[in-house]
């Protein structure tokens, strides 16, 4: 916990720091590769959280095949998706209006690192090696940092290309500490029938919860790149930023939300007031971050990225309301899939392209595609909140019938 403190933190000020170096128009680039690497993260989180799962399920042969067929689909599915993005890369340019295309031909090329390197993470966090996973993280963070601005402050080249080069190094620093000398890619050993069957049913699972956080975390940022101007956009970003503060802030709350919930239906003891203790905590948190950025966003945005960016003020606490339903709802959503409940994923991706739908059809301006965010979270909410009472009302209803 202390490391993806420390993590975080990092990460957050790398992305201060490229704010205040590079000012809005060059920050729209930077912010649209950050925006890529999270994305990134998200599907590289399904190839942990399997490797996770199958290395506390499986032991002797079938770990051992299954660790030689995670890193092959990782591997595979890695080159794929790198070979797209360099073949594509000129068409990327025109779609984000981006200063050139090598910055997306580095990113392409790093990406089968990244996988393998979540597959890495996985074997730590399943074989509870905390140490290795801890360092892994860090060992990725620092370099990236250190690296970027090394070469933003030496190298005259253009700044995207130079952030992509550190986000491309920093993937072969987080593959530090690694243990690959038992892996055979081309091995007869692999998986199959009904172990790789159920792989592959949680690889989907977690698939299509992953690109529901995708879709809603990071559609605004990449749609206010094509459609808005390079200043625009930078100052889009710098919005983003500080207003999923209150994401961050929430994700804490959901690693204790889930074990707590399991532990209490195990038990057979009601896991609503559960619920509703973090969505209290949760809701005053987030109350206090929007009220605080609508009485002081001046002071906010200057502290944070200067006076450059000083145009988007009066936006800030809208941004950060829409990130404190997402959030609230977020908590529903774990909540329900804690308890093998996946209807609200459903719910999260429908009401996830929702948002994508009216941003492309309503975004004359920024202030007018943060509203459409809050409305596109105020459905969502509304219909975690209707699936609660639902669920519930039938649960009470099937008691009193017994």
């Not at 001046?298 to 450059?308: N, R, V, Y």
């Not at 979270?377 to 009472?389: D, E, G, R, S």
Request: glycine letters at 8%.
């Amino acid at each position: 916990m202390g490391s993806a403190l420390i993590v975080n933190g990092g990460n957050y000020l790398y992305n201060l720091l490229l704010g205040r170096l590079l000012g809005p128009e060059a920050f729209a680039d930077a912010a649209l590769l950050v925006t890529l690497l999270l994305v990134l993260s998200f599907v590289g989180m399904t190839f942990q959280l399997a490797t996770t799962k199958f290395a506390v399920l499986f032991s002797g042969d079938s770990w051992s095949a299954f660790k030689n067929t995670i890193y092959k689909y990782a591997v595979i599915f890695g080159l794929f998706t790198g070979i797209i993005i360099l073949l594509f890369s000129k068409s990327l340019q025109s779609l984000f209006h981006t200063q050139n295309h090598w910055m997306f031909v580095i990113f392409g090329i790093g990406i089968p690192l990244y996988f393998v390197m979540s597959v890495n993470r996985g074997r730590f966090q399943g074989k509870q090696e905390f140490t290795k996973l801890a360092g892994t993280y860090q060992t990725e963070m620092w370099s990236r940092l250190l690296l970027t601005f090394v070469f933003l402050w030496f190298l005259p080249v253009e700044p995207g290309i130079l952030i992509a080069l550190g986000i491309g190094i920093s993937f072969v620093f987080g593959l530090i500490p690694s243990d690959l000398k038992s892996i055979d890619l081309f091995s007869k050993n692999q998986l199959v029938g009904d172990e790789l069957k159920q792989v592959w049913i949680f690889i989907g699972l977690t698939v299509g919860y992953e690109l529901t956080q995708i879709i809603i975390n990071n559609s605004d940022v990449l749609l206010v790149k094509h459609f808005f101007n390079s200043v625009d956009a930078g100052l889009y970003s710098s919005l983003a930023l500080i207003g999923r503060v209150v994401y961050f802030v929430a994700w804490m709350f959901v690693m204790l939300l889930m074990p707590t919930v399991m532990q209490k239906q195990k038990d057979g003891e009601p896991t609503a007031p559960v619920l509703f203790r973090y969505v209290f905590f949760i809701g005053g948190l987030s109350s206090l971050i929007v009220i605080t950025c609508y009485l002081f966003p001046e002071t906010i945005i200057t502290l944070m990225f200067g006076d450059a960016y000083i145009s988007v003020a009066p936006l800030l606490w809208q941004y950060a309301l829409a990130t404190s339903l997402f959030a609230i709802s977020n908590i529903f959503a774990y909540y329900f899939l804690s308890l093998n409940q996946y209807a609200p994923v459903i719910l999260s991706g429908i009401l996830g392209l929702s948002q994508v739908v009216l941003i492309i059809i309503f975004h004359s301006s920024l202030a007018i595609v943060v509203q459409v965010q809050i409305l596109a979270m105020v459905l969502l909410l509304v219909a975690q909140l209707l699936f609660f009472v639902f669920k519930n009302a039938k649960f009470n209803f099937q008691k009193k019938s017994i």
